[in-house]
């Protein structure tokens, strides 16, 4: 009776073992990565905002995917903005995105 008393106590081991390393795996492909600075003045850009077509879209820095379409329609704004969100309006972070869309939603 004692070698399968070893073998349960083998088999607990290796269940603990794979759940460990299913955990640790999934963890390692969920983590949120750190976002990859291009830029050497430290500037922390998070978003930027673009036109695409004739709507003011939102990116997050590093994804081509945008994470915002707008519905703001770029002709309504003065020359000069839709000149800056042809080139991209970098935005550091959620506040200066809030108060580039109360902008322009005005």
């Given at each position: 009776?004692?070698?399968h008393?070893?073998?349960?106590?083998?088999n607990i081991?290796?269940?603990?073992l794979?759940f460990?390393a299913?955990?640790f795996?999934l963890?390692?492909?969920l983590?949120?990565k750190?976002p990859?600075s291009?830029?050497?003045s430290?500037?922390?850009t998070?978003?930027?905002?673009?036109?695409v077509g004739?709507?003011?879209?939102?990116?997050?820095?590093g994804?081509s995917d945008p994470v915002?379409?707008?519905g703001?329609?770029?002709?309504?704004?003065?020359?000069?903005d839709?000149?800056?969100?042809?080139?991209?309006?970098?935005?550091?972070?959620?506040t200066a995105?809030?108060?580039?869309?109360?902008?322009y939603?005005?």
């Amino acid at each position: 009776m004692q070698p399968h008393n070893r073998s349960l106590g083998f088999n607990i081991l290796v269940l603990s073992l794979t759940f460990l390393a299913v955990t640790f795996l999934l963890l390692a492909l969920l983590w949120p990565k750190a976002p990859a600075s291009s830029n050497v003045s430290g500037d922390l850009t998070q978003y930027v905002a673009k036109s695409v077509g004739y709507q003011v879209v939102i990116y997050q820095t590093g994804r081509s995917d945008p994470v915002l379409m707008t519905g703001v329609d770029i002709r309504t704004l003065p020359q000069a903005d839709q000149e800056a969100l042809a080139e991209g309006i970098p935005l550091q972070d959620a506040t200066a995105l809030a108060h580039l869309l109360e902008d322009y939603d005005a």
